[in-house]
């Protein structure tokens, strides 16, 4: 079976990790076939956004450790061995959603944090326990969970590798929402087909500006933004979109 699996409904794409085994254990061939299917579908048209999921049991129970526990520091840094596609998933243009139950531990909670929507089951659970193997998160988990939940709480976690449970992941904002498991599926699509539904260029404005918040200070975030506001104008669909509201009509985008 492919570690990854991918398809299409209507205008979201699903990519599913598939190593239940292993607990979707992240090892370069998965994370290979995900940055492919990542650049395949912020390529295609059709898309509008990309949902990220894992198992029942597992979203990624984090990189993994059974081909890492040999390696020596050359193979780390000329491989880029298990983090080569990170940045691939930082450039995708396009709103990726996370779809997480169970573990997402490691790695598998940085996957998720790199997403731009987390949709949680009651099931899931998030830690970074990279401490117990006397390693530290080492794909964004040191600097986007700060970010996200601010320094104590992910002082706590990265130290002491405690677990969070879905509810306080929510009470956190670690995660966007919380839903029970066997809507989990559901709900995320709705959600992503909802997204997908708007104005392409719009979405990827708002994605890119969101992000510069965390790239940039105050003062220079907000000249961006405004930029971005202005590009707007220069959008059928921005313009689409206002006349659809005030003849009281739906929009018919034509970047979607
Ligand atoms: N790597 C390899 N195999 C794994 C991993 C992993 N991370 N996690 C689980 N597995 C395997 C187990 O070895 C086991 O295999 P087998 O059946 O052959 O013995 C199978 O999956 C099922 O796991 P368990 O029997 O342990 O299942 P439990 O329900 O008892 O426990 C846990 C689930 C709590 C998630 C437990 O499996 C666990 O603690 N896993 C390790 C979690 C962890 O430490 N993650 C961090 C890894 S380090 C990391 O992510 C560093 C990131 C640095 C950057 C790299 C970017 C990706």
Request: aromatic share 8%.
């Amino acid at each position: 079976m492919p570690v990854v699996l991918t398809e299409t409904r209507g205008r979201v794409a699903v990519i599913t990790l598939n190593r239940p085994e292993a607990l979707n254990a992240l090892n370069d061939e998965l994370m290979d076939a995900l940055g492919e299917a990542l650049l395949r579908f912020d390529a295609d048209d059709r898309v509008g956004a990309i949902v990220l999921m894992g198992g029942p049991k597992a979203f990624a129970a984090g990189a993994d450790i059974a081909v890492m526990a040999d390696w020596g520091y050359m193979d780390v840094y000329q491989g880029q061995f298990i983090t080569r596609n990170w940045e691939t998933i930082r450039s995708v243009r396009k709103p990726v959603l996370a779809a997480v139950a169970g573990f997402a531990f490691g790695g598998g909670c940085e996957l998720a944090l790199a997403c731009d929507v987390i949709v949680a089951a009651h099931s899931a659970r998030f830690a970074l326990p990279e401490i117990k193997l006397a390693m530290l998160p080492g794909a964004g988990g040191t600097q986007r969970l700060p970010r996200a939940i601010g320094k104590a709480k992910a002082m706590d976690l990265c130290l002491s590798a405690r677990v969070l449970d879905a509810d306080e992941a929510d009470l956190y904002g670690l995660v966007s929402r919380v839903v029970p498991d066997d809507e989990l599926h559901g709900a995320t699509l709705a959600l992503a087909e909802r997204i997908a539904g708007y104005s392409l260029p719009a979405l990827m404005a708002i994605k890119e500006a969101v992000n510069r918040s965390y790239e940039s200070t105050l003062a220079e975030g907000v000249l961006f933004e405004r930029r971005q506001l202005y590009t707007r104008f220069a959008s059928e669909d921005a313009h689409e979109g206002m006349q659809a509201f005030l003849a009281k009509r739906p929009p018919e985008f034509k970047h979607r």
